[in-house]
């Protein structure tokens, strides 16, 4: 198993609508989480990170985490254009080292 | 203005060649990473330093190396013992949190 999976082909939604990506995890020691934006040829930038259980909201993001199942999930409310990109899921790794694993990015596409 | 350089933005290796990518940041972060990025992939670990003059192999190591001499700079030689080296290279630093922020990338093409 992975350590960190995110469903793949790339997600298209209408301007305006809900884009929801999932990603899944497989060490359970794991304590953080983070999403990453990534433009076409540009490095990833930090759009959110959640430690706890629950939702995490900050704009149009949602971030929502269940350490119980195992997942993690972005929402994106509102899509505009601008975030047409692609979304890599990071996971802490156990161990002290304050390594990430990162998942292979699902690409969210945002029609007019 | 605060934040993590990368140079060259671009750079071609012969083969054969030894090449070293720059990343410099003024952040005051101990903590400093290098991944490698393949079309569709994933970021995978290259090497990583959490203080000066220490640091870690990840999980690609081979073929490569590092130094962390100074807290700002942490350089990446790729060294022709790299069979497939063309990828985009992505220097990471960390505050006391989990947090990694990242650099613009340098883009490496073997001709």
Redesign the interface.
Known sequence: QKE?EQNSGPLSVPEGAIASLNCTYSDRGS??F?W?RQYSG?????IM?IYSNGDKEDGRFTAQLNKASQYVSLLIRDSQPSDSATY?C?V?RGGG????A????NQVVVIP | DGGITQSPKYLFRKEGQNVTLSCEQNLNHDAMYWYRQDPGQGLRLIYYSQIVNDFQKGDIAEGYSVSREKKESFPLTVTSAQKNPTAFYLCASRADTDTQYFGPGTRLTVL
């Not at chain 1, 540009?42 to 930090?46: A, F, R, T, V, Y």
């Not at chain 1, 080292?97 to 990430?100: K, T």
């Not at chain 1, 990162?102 to 990015?105: C, L, S």
């Open positions: 960190v304590q953080s983070f990453y540009k490095s990833p930038e930090l990170f890599l990071a802490n080292n304050n390594r990430l990162f998942g292979k990015g």
